[in-house]
């Protein structure tokens, strides 16, 4: 049982804006940075976004993120075909003292 | 190029042991905190346990605690999970992850079964 929730699904046409929102709470989204991952089908997890909103080398201005109070959202714009995989976002749960992942979402590119 | 190439991985049967193993290369290893996430058949990505560089500070997700034993060599660039006592729900692929508030590099994982 996750404590960040995630939408299970967002779609849209090539071209078009997605985002991905990730609830949580003071003990982990409210009082700790926010990551992004990306995973493709059949792949290992990779690094989109972290502390809120900072892009790794090589990641895209088209990924982006944000965080306000005790949720986080992750932007998607010109989405390609070859951004459909499935998204979560992750923060470390103080009150935990665990490292947590949202449910994830499953971007479709119509 | 960071690297981090995951082993040991396999069949058990229920009530077995397992360890797997995680080989880093391409950055100072004993600098970093890592970490062990996995992910079941078809399921989210669950975080398992976290090490930090000098082996100090360990955390470990309730669901593992008392069965699973993180470990790292920092002479041999090499991170460690003895796995004991496994259960059906520990099937799984797992990956080992580098950095503490973030995981920023992954390996590409290895696939355990626990099955009878």
């Known amino acids: 049982q996750s404590v960040l929730t995630q939408p299970p699904s967002v779609s849209a046409a090539p071209g078009q804006k997605v985002t991905i929102s990730c609830s949580g709470s003071r003990s982990n989204i409210g009082n700790n940075y926010v990551s992004w991952y990306q995973q493709l089908p059949g792949t290992a997890p990779k690094l989109l976004i972290y502390e809120n909103n900072k892009r790794p080398s090589g990641i895209p201005d088209r990924f982006s993120g944000s965080k306000s109070g005790t949720s986080a959202t992750l932007g998607i714009t010109g989405l390609q075909t070859g951004d459909e995989a499935d998204y979560y976002c992750g923060t470390w749960d103080s009150s935990l003292s665990a490292y947590v992942f949202g449910t994830g979402t499953k971007v479709t590119v119509l | 190029e960071v690297q981090l190439v995951e082993s040991g991985g396999g069949l058990v049967q229920p009530g077995g042991s397992l360890r797997l193993s995680c080989a880093a290369s391409g950055f100072t290893f004993s600098s970093y905190s890592m970490n062990w996430v996995r992910q079941a058949p078809g399921k989210g990505l669950e975080w398992v346990s976290q090490?930090?560089?000098?082996?100090?500070?360990?955390y470990d997700a309730d669901s593992v605690k008392g069965r699973f034993t993180i470990s790292r060599d920092n002479a041999k660039n090499s991170l460690y999970l003895q796995m004991n006592s496994l259960r059906d729900e520990d099937t799984a692929v797992y990956y080992c992850a580098r950095d503490r508030e973030q995981m920023a590099y992954w390996g590409q994982g290895t696939l355990v079964t626990v099955s009878s």
């Open positions: 090490i930090s560089s000098s082996s100090s500070t360990i």
